[in-house]
């Protein structure tokens, strides 16, 4: 396999940062996903988010599991700290992480299907626990590297290329993270720039867990017509003897609409995303309205996006156990192993 370098030197006159960054350097690799891929569009949008906070890049400890959407943290931030777990583990190792350096930002990407489905236990306890944590999912239905199954956030009634339709109910994960007790929740569309950038930098400066559902429009496996997530339409009609792809390049969806509107966003494949932005009136610290709002617009065929809860006094899960405020991976062996003695009477105070 051949990777692309980019170049390393910048032209002098690009614009730094307070921390004297420029926009390059919170880049990574070329991406080798499909173009016109949403997940490029939220890489982009990680970019220009931590540029715009002055992050420093060695500050940030990004891990992701298995699937496309955890391909991307090799695309953004090539000079922080990285992790690559096993299918739908990034959570607990993410936490494990997180206990034993306090002082990094933590970003966790993953996908549907490793959040959804063999991640969603694990998903579930990182949101109850309250690990300090931007956790962004790259939903787009499908799993897209085994030629695009159905994953538990497709839609019930869902063609899939092949021209199966879904019987299964999807997992809701905005809703799950509201019910679970996630402190800053939040959902978007990967071709909405103006919202998702601010709704990132949130969620990274933000106290506890916080959640980021981006619908991200898969170009080569959301197959059919109606889907929310933009499955391009099945060949019904096509009865030859062998099937040959051909993938043509696609230019990335975008769109800008005004708060409290709905817009319609036309798919590569003919079909329609039904956005609604919520309006500048909508309070956003009340959790159980906020499952009301979203429920009821869901009803209605509309995919709600904004910022849809936010506890302002946030709690993280070292608050919860009254951990040390310095770092574990900074103390000496006199701080971690103190002796029998102590250890006697930890286990006394236990009987």
């Known amino acids: 396999m051949t990777f692309l370098a980019k170049p390393r030197l910048h032209h002098p006159s690009l614009v730094t940062n307070k921390v004297g960054y420029t926009r390059r350097d919170y880049e990574g690799r070329i991406s080798t996903l499909c173009a016109g891929c949403g997940h490029d569009s939220i890489s982009a949008a990680i970019i220009q988010a931590c540029w715009e906070l002055d992050i420093e890049p060695h500050r940030v400890a990004k891990l992701s599991g298995i699937g496309c959407s955890s391909k991307t943290p090799d695309y953004f931030l090539g000079a922080s700290h990285g992790f690559n777990t096993v299918h739908g583990r990034m959570p607990s190792v993410l936490t494990g992480a997180n206990l034993a350096n306090r002082d990094l930002l933590y970003l966790g990407v993953s996908g549907d299907g490793d959040s959804a489905s063999i991640g969603l236990g694990q998903f579930a306890n990182a949101m109850r626990r309250g690990v300090r944590m931007a956790y962004i999912v790259e939903n ?18 869902s063609k899939s290329k092949k021209g199966v339709i879904n019987s299964d109910n999807p997992v809701d994960l905005v ?45 080569t496996f959301n197959n059919h017509g109606g889907s929310t997530k933009s499955y391009d339409y099945v060949r019904q009609h096509n009865e030859a003897v062998s099937r040959i ?21 036309q798919q590569h494949d003919g079909s329609t995303l039904r956005l609604r932005k919520l309006h500048e009136a909508y309070d956003p610290t009340d959790r159980y309205a906020a499952l009301s709002y979203m429920n ?56």
């Open 140 to 157: 787009n239905g499908v799993y897209g590297l085994t030629k695009g199954q159905f994953s538990a956030t497709a839609d019930r009634g």
């Open 175 to 219: 809703g799950l993270a509201l019910q679970l007790g996630a402190t800053y929740v939040a959902r978007s569309f990967s071709g909405d720039k103006a919202q998702l950038v601010p709704l990132i930098k949130g969620a990274i400066d933000h106290g506890g867990a916080a959640f980021i559902d981006v619908i991200s429009p898969c170009v």
């Open 245 to 265: 792809d051909f993938m043509v390049t696609r230019s990335e969806i975008t769109t800008e609409y005004a708060p409290g509107s709905v817009i319609d966003v």
């Open 296 to 351: 009821a617009h869901h009803a209605l065929g509309e995919i709600v996006t904004g910022l849809l809860y936010l506890d302002p006094i946030a709690t993280d899960l070292h608050m919860s156990l009254n951990t040390s405020d310095t770092p574990l991976n900074s103390m000496g062996m006199k701080e971690l192993c103190p002796g029998s003695r102590v250890l006697e009477k930890i286990n006394a105070s236990l009987r």
